[in-house]
């Protein structure tokens, strides 16, 4: 088997999606045998909560379901789904969200661009903005895959901007964990062995970070990522106009739930902590700045993050 396909979902919040996102998907595996694949989807609702799960089996019957009645979040799931992978000796591993829209040849394209270049390990796609639940009409991008400023600062490649093709060919960190194909014996490098299995992803990250982490390391081994631009697919993810400024980048937070924003400032402080001696001097400087500037805007704005301090020194001994 060539390739395996894992996507996890969480109730309502990927149910309305189901519909347009798995017939884009089974649309885009027209072009590959059915003994050359495999779909996996991983439903991490909450007890009980079998919609997804009825919605698969009713309309795609071809596609697995694995679940376990609990949300084990994102980086766990996916190491589930990426070790059962691997127990198949499959070559490449795709990840997608299922709030992304496929084009058509867009998987094929992905495919066979690590089959041309060996010395690739990962390969993303060019994602535009979905304005769900209208369709997809805009060009604005979401992500051109993950790239990295100073002070271990990462971003989505051109979020925000309309495409002018000026992204194309910029040297991306890794893909984005919104879509993106590994190749799995490089993947395999940068796992951490645990016992009786290995993890890809970071599970002291339940969600938020965790592919700018796996995008990190991968960069660490000099493995190697590209953006395939005719390679298309369209995710619901707000993006910003660039340029908008401060202001209205609080209100965006403030539409953040306050789980969602735990999430990211444990997660944020964990990468800065992981991988700090592997930055330059200057590159330190702004991480301790970095950090300093966020424990004020903490004090000032959102105290109730304060306790995540805690949480971010039990994950760092527990690991």
Not at 97 to 117: Q, Y
């Amino acid at each position: 088997m060539k390739l395996f396909i894992g996507l996890v979902t969480y109730g309502e919040s990927s149910l309305k999606y189901l519909p347009e996102s798995l017939l884009s998907l089974q649309n885009a595996l027209k072009f590959f045998s059915p003994d050359d694949y495999q779909v996996v989807i991983f439903d991490n609702s909450e007890l009980g909560d079998k919609r997804n799960r009825e919605f698969i089996s009713q309309h795609y019957p071809k596609f697995q379901i694995n679940y376990q009645e609990q949300n084990l979040g994102f980086a766990k799931a996916y190491n589930i789904l990426i070790n059962q992978a691997r127990e198949k000796q499959v070559e490449y591993f795709f990840m997608m969200n299922p709030d992304i829209l496929l084009k058509e040849d867009s998987l094929e394209l992905l495919v066979n661009a690590l089959e041309k270049n060996r010395g690739l390990a990962t390969a993303c796609p060019k994602i535009y903005h979905w304005p769900f639940p209208d369709k997809p009409k805009e060009k604005i991008i979401d992500t051109c895959g993950l790239v990295l400023a100073s002070g271990l600062k990462f971003s989505d490649l051109g979020q925000g901007r309309l495409d002018d093709a000026s992204f194309d060919y910029v040297q991306i960190l890794g893909p984005s964990g919104a879509a993106g194909i590994f190749r799995l014996a490089d993947l395999v490098k940068v796992a951490v062995d645990k016992v009786g299995k290995k993890e890809y992803f970071d599970e002291r990250m339940f969600m938020y970070k965790e592919d700018c982490d796996l995008a990190y390391r991968l960069s660490l081994l000099n493995l190697k990522t590209i953006l395939v631009k005719e390679a298309i697919a369209w995710h619901d993810r707000s993006v910003s106009d660039p340029g908008r400024g401060f202001f209205a980048t609080l209100r965006d937070r403030r539409n953040k739930s306050k789980q969602a924003r735990r999430w990211s400032f444990v997660n944020q402080h964990l990468i800065f902590i992981k991988h700090y001696s592997q930055e330059n001097f200057v590159s330190r400087f702004k991480i301790i700045f970095s950090i300093l500037v966020m424990f004020g805007f903490v004090l000032v704005r959102e105290r109730f993050l304060l306790k995540e301090y805690q949480n971010v020194l039990f994950k760092i001994r527990k690991k």
